[in-house]
């Protein structure tokens, strides 16, 4: 709206307004949030499709609001990442993913890969080779079992900046991954410019793979792509037998979504490896 620049202050509607002041108190709060420990990392199971086994999982920042209840992170990344807060909410996350995993070397939990998202800002800010070196390092956890999820709109806002960053982290061992792939205007420029070990199959082109015929072309040329080029497949959003069954015949590496389980506290999350394993 900054860039509207005077003049346009008719565009600010009362429905407008209702929203500014929610950002402006969401805002406000997230800052308090932090330092009172109402974040919490929920983890969604990724299944190997060949062999249906929980190979590791997706954290997914979820926020405890007293008076609002559970926040998504939908209404509140955005802010986070205009605010400037994504960057200590953003190595909160890093830190608790990376000590999780150090927790999990123990019988039925050691194989577990964490994948974890990272904002714009943070990719682009000077702070995340660091942080992540002091966190690694501390824990002494093996880098290959953290993967880093980067959308492609956050990775071509400063491609070269983007692609010394992924070069970096795969110099440590840590993988990296596209999410959202398909949907930005440079998939396949994405491809050609950076080294990457996987990439995320975006809900959207996995929702309609058995009624839009087009979507089905492009998921299983996607997988072939990827694959000819050396790349683990996941795909994301998976909620039907028929989208898991197509995927499989694709022959795409990994899925996830509500088919298999919705995204779950920690706690819950281990219990369901450690059932599925049991001898
Ligand atoms: P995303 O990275 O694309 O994450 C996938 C989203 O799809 C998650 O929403 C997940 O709960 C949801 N999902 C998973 N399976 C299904 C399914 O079968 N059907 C449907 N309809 N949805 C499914 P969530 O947890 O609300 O997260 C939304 C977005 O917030 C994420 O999208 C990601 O961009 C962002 N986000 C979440 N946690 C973090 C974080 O720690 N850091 C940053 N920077 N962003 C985060
Ligand atoms: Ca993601
Ligand atoms: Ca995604
Ligand atoms: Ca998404």
């Not at 929610?22 to 919490?40: D, K, P």
């Not at 969604?44 to 999982?57: S, W």
């Not at 999780?100 to 974890?116: E, F, I, N, T």
């Not at 989208?243 to 999350?269: I, N, S």
Request: aromatic residues 6%; charged residues 25%.
């Amino acid at each position: 709206a900054k860039s509207l620049g005077r003049g346009n202050f008719q565009f600010f509607s009362a429905e407008m307004n209702t929203a500014t002041h929610e950002r402006l108190m969401l805002e406000n709060r997230l800052w308090q949030a932090l330092e009172q420990e109402e974040f919490e990392l929920y983890l969604q199971p990724q299944i190997e499709l060949a062999t249906q086994r929980i190979i590791g999982a997706e954290a997914l920042l979820r926020w405890h609001h007293p008076e609002l209840g559970m926040v998504g992170p939908d209404r509140f990344i955005p802010i986070a990442e205009e605010s400037g807060l994504i960057i200590p909410l953003g190595d909160w996350v890093l830190q608790r993913a990376i000590s999780l995993l150090d927790s999990w070397r123990a019988p039925g939990l050691a194989h577990l890969r964490l994948a974890v998202n990272l904002s714009a800002r943070q990719c682009h800010g000077p702070g995340l080779l660091p942080h992540l070196d002091r966190q690694l390092h501390s824990h002494g956890i093996d880098p290959a079992l953290l993967e880093l999820e980067i959308t492609e709109s956050a990775a071509m806002q400063d491609p070269e900046r983007s692609r010394t960053l992924l070069n970096e982290l795969r110099s440590r061992g840590i993988k990296v991954a596209i999410d959202d792939f398909g949907t930005g205007y440079s998939s396949l420029s994405y491809l050609k410019l950076f080294e990457i070990d996987r990439i995320k199959i975006d809900r959207g082109f996995v929702k309609d793979i058995e009624s839009d015929p087009n979507d089905a072309v492009i998921v299983a040329a996607t997988i072939a792509l990827a694959h000819s080029l050396g790349l683990e497949v996941i795909a994301e959003g998976v909620e039907t037998q028929a989208q898991r069954d197509f995927l499989r015949a694709k022959q795409c590496d990994e899925a996830q979504g509500y088919l298999f389980a919705r995204p779950m506290p920690v706690a819950q999350f281990e219990a369901m490896v450690k059932a599925a394993t049991a001898p």
